[in-house]
């Protein structure tokens, strides 16, 4: 037995040891990242752009994030906004701010067509009729872009060789104990984002905030072609990069409204969030066990009965992941990762949780509805006749990486 003591903590030393090592390397990617300072274009240098708002009911802070599309310093440009029926109870703002804008910058899509297994792809399938112009930008209704958005994240489009370009996201608003660990987690989703892309480590597509050309969609089949894909952004960016286009990531965050109604809500995007990795990534998904110090370091030191070694082995690794992160809050500007610190622990010991639960599972709940996960990545509902547009307004869901 102690034999078996001894090698189960060494098998616990690994993480410990690479996680923290991982979260020293993020500090000086991170801060080289923002240092890479993008430069927006010149009114007269841009080309006209359709910005895509898909919506699916309230949610905290919506007007603001939809206004903040409306008021763009671009010369050219249109919002989109698109729901799933009639009957969706943001309408009646949609059409004031169309009212506001007017219908030649404000056009507002109703999506009532046959449903698809992917709810945001049926949001952008039905707004595609009411897009003018090439250049297309999408953002999530759970973002609040600045004025210069436009501009920034449609310059690289410029280059012909560029397929699309992402930004990266930091959380805003968070209130409730479960939202500050929902930011929390969303600044490491980004502060993994932004290592993979500074080393090179794998290609990515955040379809929460990207801009591309319209033809190239065409090309890899339209939105259409995506539609039962879980992970439908990575799906896209993988068929961009094989018609021999690269992809470009601005230092430039973006903020997202952190808005969960309850605990059970951030508990299904947790375990969401992991399968989306699982679907897309699947080895990069089992390897993340490797970096995940924290909850290695504790249960290393209660097999030692928290003695002095397991109490230095918990503490320095505690001391690293609240200092790393820190860091690299600060060099995102990400203020409310900051001031959440203290919540830290408790979002890593409730992400291993979600990990082992989305390991396991070969379900996803999405908008109240069943599907089976498929091993491509794709859903299939478990049952299609109950497949409905519009069936849930859950914001857990609208944000989701």
């Avoid at 802070?61 to 008021?71: A, F, G, M, P, V």
Wanted: with cysteine; hydrophobic share 45%.
């Amino acid at each position: 037995m102690e034999v078996l003591v001894q090698a189960l903590q060494w098998v616990l030393a690994v993480p410990v040891v690479f996680g923290s090592a991982f979260a020293l390397l993020t500090v000086p990617v991170a801060w080289l990242f923002r240092r890479r300072r993008s430069i927006p274009l010149a009114p007269e240098a841009c080309s006209p752009v359709s910005l895509l708002k898909p919506v699916c009911g309230q949610e905290k802070r919506l007007e603001e994030n939809l206004r903040s599309c409306c008021e763009q310093d671009h010369p050219d440009f249109q919002v989109v906004f698109s729901v799933q029926h009639k009957e969706d109870s943001t309408l009646p703002l949609l059409y004031r701010l169309q009212a506001e804008y007017g219908p030649a910058r404000v056009a507002i899509a109703i999506a009532e067509r046959a449903p698809m297994p992917n709810g945001k792809i049926h949001n952008l399938v039905g707004a595609m009729p009411a897009v003018r112009h090439e250049q297309i930008v999408i953002s999530d209704s759970d973002i609040e872009i600045p004025p210069s958005y436009l501009r920034r994240i449609t310059a690289p489009l410029r280059d012909p060789g560029v397929g699309y370009v992402c930004t990266p996201y930091k959380g805003v608003h968070a209130e409730r104990w479960y939202e500050r660990l929902e930011l929390l987690s969303l600044h490491d989703y980004t502060t993994q984002v932004v290592f993979s892309w500074m080393t090179g480590a794998s290609g990515f597509l955040l379809g929460g905030s990207v801009a591309f050309r319209r033809s190239e969609l065409d090309a890899i089949g339209g939105f259409e072609a995506l539609q039962d894909y879980l992970v439908e952004d990575y799906e896209m960016g993988q068929r961009m990069t094989g018609l021999g286009l690269r992809p470009a990531f601005l230092p430039d965050l973006v903020e997202t409204v952190i808005d969960l109604p309850d605990r059970h809500s951030w508990w299904r995007h947790m375990v969401y969030w992991d399968q989306n990795t699982r679907a897309a990534r699947p080895l990069a998904f089992i390897a993340t066990i490797l970096i995940r110090s924290l909850p290695a370091a504790l249960a290393l030191a209660a097999l030692r009965g928290f003695d002095a070694v397991g109490v230095t082995v918990l503490a320095t690794a505690l001391a690293i992941r609240w200092g790393t992160v820190a860091l690299t809050a600060r060099a995102f500007g990400d203020v409310e990762a900051m001031r959440n610190l203290g919540w830290l622990p408790l979002r890593d010991l409730a992400a291993l949780g979600s990990w082992l639960t989305a390991l396991r599972a070969r379900e996803v709940e999405w908008r109240g509805l069943l599907f089976d996960l498929d091993p491509d990545g794709r859903l299939s509902p478990r049952d299609p006749a109950a497949v409905a547009v519009g069936t849930s307004e859950d914001p857990a869901f609208r944000g989701a990486p």
